[in-house]
């Protein structure tokens, strides 16, 4: 933090006032209602920062007005206190009044020391995680005690430099929440275009012709990977030297192989361990069961994953993915749970997708989709650096590094 005479000590005890329900108050669960007319804002309804409104349940009147010190206004900051201790919601747009339950506290800024909108980023910071690491270290502690708590302590500039770089984090917040939206609709539009042009309900302009139905045992070969054998997999462990080792958890629900594995194993398993090519199309049969990708990279392949091998008709391997992938998709909302326990080859053999009539109409329709994956994946990478950015911004500007204001 760099000190000088701009820069003044903010107390949570002296400088804000923090206040919580007193005990339950008698509340008990039973009285959260699924529709009303006073919001219960509790821990869990905390969403990227701020109170999801969707997701609270209500009390009646007499609970909102039981006490005044705990009934939210916009720009309220609130902390938990229970469980996961330490997340923190900014209110904003509030839709009906409001209060909280005993596990959230309220934050309110008292005099003009400090800005409200830059106490909310104090606490999101690093700056606060610090604190909270202090308290709860070498302890089990799961609760955030007031007693605790007035004692933060923060260095803060003037409060014009404070709404300046409140706004300037709020709007790189907009910028990200711009993105979130973005990667969220052109997902919806994905998913609504799969399961379009793969069952041939739609079809692009210059193909013509009937579809079919066909079991993927007459489509494709396959086989199952295998566990290193005969020392077990840690007599295989190679991490600076060895190759990748495919297991389910390196295979993720959007059709991607992760970038690295969790695990590399000594080259000389090969002779004990199955090995594939990159472009490989694999499939995760145990654990979280149906998820598909096409290998960036050799590797080995663990038995919880099946190898597509030889294609026993003309079909283009991206548009197989997505049919397998869809098809998946289909099979986890029909079971129990919407979880599939088990799959089998000789069950995988039994699924049917639809193929149209020309190796040439798949490929179109597989371009389609990963053009859209493609555009996809750029928006969730300038996510990703624009929340760097923002960490960044954050270390900068709330530790006194760079200034906004200068006097």
Known sequence: MVKDDTYQVVNIGQDTTLKARIGWQGLT??????????YLVTGTDFENGFVNWDSCHFVDKYRYVQDKNIQLKNDDVIVTKDGTIGK???????????TLNSGVFLVRAVGDKIYQKYLYYIFTSEIFREFLNRLTAGSTINHLYQKDFIHFEFQAPKIEEQKAIATALSDTDELISSLEKLISKKQDIKKATMQ????????LDGFCGKWKKKRLGKIAKFRRGSFPQPYGLSKWYDEQNGMPFIQVYDVDKNMRLKNSTKQKISKIAEQYSVFIKKDTLILTIQGSIGRIALTQYDAFIDRTLLIFTNYLIPINKIYFMYQVFELFQIEKQKAQGGTIKTITKEELSSYKISIPPTKEEQTAIATILSDMDKEIEKLKSKLSKTKAIKEGMMQELLTGKTRLIHE
Do not use: H, M, S, W
């Not at 669960?29 to 006073?38: M, R, S």
């Open 196 to 203: 379009q042009l793969l069952t041939g309900k739609k079809r």
């Open 88 to 98: 923190i919601g900014y209110v904003k747009n509030l839709p009906l009044p409001a």
């Open 29 to 38: 669960v039973e009285e959260y209602k699924d529709i009303g007319e006073f």
